[in-house]
């Protein structure tokens, strides 16, 4: 999405830009996922457009829809889990680990961060 992104910024006349547009009218891979992706969160697709500002704006939402989605589909999987019940007991209006959140501490950590959290609230 940043090279897209990139490169609609360019002029008209470098080769990048020909080629990206060429490729969207084509409506290669990464081009028909963008309109995928568009389409499954209802926004519009701005893509073939290449303004620079508006697919940076689409960028974020299809990004921010696209955690949502995936935050809401690692809760529902915790809430059906059979292995682990005790993430049904979770309350997912409360924080009591702010360090889950924190973007410098990598997947495994906050695996144990919020393995450890579930214990403490039962």
Do not use: H
């Not at 940043?2 to 990048?16: E, H, M, N, T, W």
């Not at 940076?56 to 809401?72: M, P, R």
């Amino acid at each position: 999405m940043k090279y897209i992104i990139k490169v609609a910024g360019l002029p008209d006349a470098r080769l990048q830009k020909i080629v990206a547009k060429e490729l969207i009218a084509r409506n290669v891979y990464w081009a028909k996922q963008w309109e995928l992706m568009t389409r499954r969160y209802g926004l519009p697709n701005n893509l073939a457009s290449l303004d620079p500002g508006g697919l940076k704006s689409d960028a974020g939402l299809i990004l921010a829809k696209f955690k949502e989605e995936k935050l809401n589909m690692a809760r529902q999987r915790a809430e059906f889990s059979e292995r682990f019940t005790l993430y049904r007991e979770l309350d997912a209006n409360k924080k009591p680990c702010s360090s889950v959140n924190a973007s410098n501490t990598d997947l495994f950590t906050r695996r144990w961060l919020f393995r450890d959290c579930a214990l403490l609230q039962t």
